[in-house]
């Protein structure tokens, strides 16, 4: 009985022993997509227009407590300024929604999948993701800070790339002061 005892007790250990030298395993954080923001900036001759969209699902991979990869869903159809008020802020949400711009009731999700991660620092990366807008997919770059239950992004979209046209210098000439510029930034919080 007692030799039973300690080939258990034996077994336990070294079981224990072998399951502590594993490497770890991913893992998976889902993002709180309640508490999360996804704000966006876009330019024009004549000012600026901010607003935000929704985050409908996201997570992010960690390894041994490093950042791995992540993959977010945004639902275009809860685009919004968030600069103006009334019939204006109507009227710009409609123009970004319609074919002009976004083309949400044919591509309501917008995604983005990290490609690559490569640490730049205490809890920073730079980060490579395959983003698509408008059902077209381009490489983008970015960073991205984690700290504790939060990360942030911030990153510079080409909105031509995505054939997002409406008073582009890119397609169009002669725009003057009607001129929109390409490129739009985006401010990501995430709660997970």
């Known amino acids: 009985m007692k030799k039973n005892l ?16 594993e490497p770890m395993n991913d893992e998976k954080k889902e993002v709180k997509t ?19 969209v929704n985050l409908t699902e996201g997570s992010l991979l960690f390894n041994e407590g490093k950042l791995a990869g992540g993959d977010f869903t945004v639902d275009m159809s809860t685009l919004v300024s968030t600069d103006l008020e009334g019939e204006y802020k109507g009227k710009l949400e409609g123009h970004l929604k319609s074919d002009d711009f976004f083309g949400v009731a044919k591509h309501q999700y917008a995604k983005l999948t990290f490609t690559n ?15 698509t807008i408008k059902g077209i997919t ?52 995430l709660v997970f």
């Open 6 to 21: 300690l080939v258990l007790a034996l077994a336990i250990i070294l079981g224990l022993t072998a399951t502590a030298t």
């Open 34 to 52: 309640e508490e999360s923001t996804v704000t966006w900036k876009a330019y024009k001759v004549t000012g600026s227009h901010t607003g935000t």
């Open 117 to 131: 991660i490569e640490s730049s620092g205490k809890n920073s990366y730079e980060v490579k993701g395959d983003l």
């Open 138 to 189: 381009k490489s983008v770059s970015f960073d991205v800070s984690v700290y504790g239950s939060k990360a942030t992004a911030t990153m510079k979209i080409d909105r031509a790339q995505y054939d997002v046209r409406y008073g582009s210098g890119s397609f169009f000439d002669n725009l003057g002061d009607k001129t929109i510029y390409d490129e739009f930034d985006l401010v990501v919080d």
